[in-house]
């Protein structure tokens, strides 16, 4: 990952290299784990922007991103999501 730009490259199911910017990360207190939110920019059918997060391990050369299992985990995720959503609106009242 580059940290200083803020984005990293990942290889698809194709085998295609696909450029990626991260959102936020975060250490939930609960799960003791470490999240990456991150977008590869490309939209869904209603416009939105594509949204994905993995489960990571800071200060490391080679950063595997891990999937999220748990229906807690996305729970946690999601709840950040909406709040930053809702300051997100806020600011541009």
């Given at each position: 990952m580059?940290?200083?730009?803020?984005?990293?490259?990942v290889i698809d199911d194709e085998g295609k290299e696909?450029?990626?910017?991260?959102?936020?990360?975060?250490?939930?207190?609960?799960?003791?784990?470490n999240y990456i939110v991150y977008?590869?920019?490309?939209?869904d059918e209603e416009g939105n922007t594509k949204v994905y997060a993995?489960?990571?391990t800071p200060d490391t050369?080679?950063?595997k991103l891990l999937p999220i299992e748990t229906e807690?985990?996305?729970k946690i995720i999601e709840t950040i999501l909406?709040?930053?959503q809702k300051?997100?609106?806020k600011e541009e009242e």
């Open positions: 580059n940290e200083e730009e803020m984005t990293f490259k696909i450029e990626c910017e991260i959102l936020f990360t975060f250490e939930s207190d609960e799960t003791k784990k977008t590869d920019n490309t939209l993995s489960i990571y050369d080679n950063t807690k985990e996305w909406e709040e930053l300051d997100t609106a």
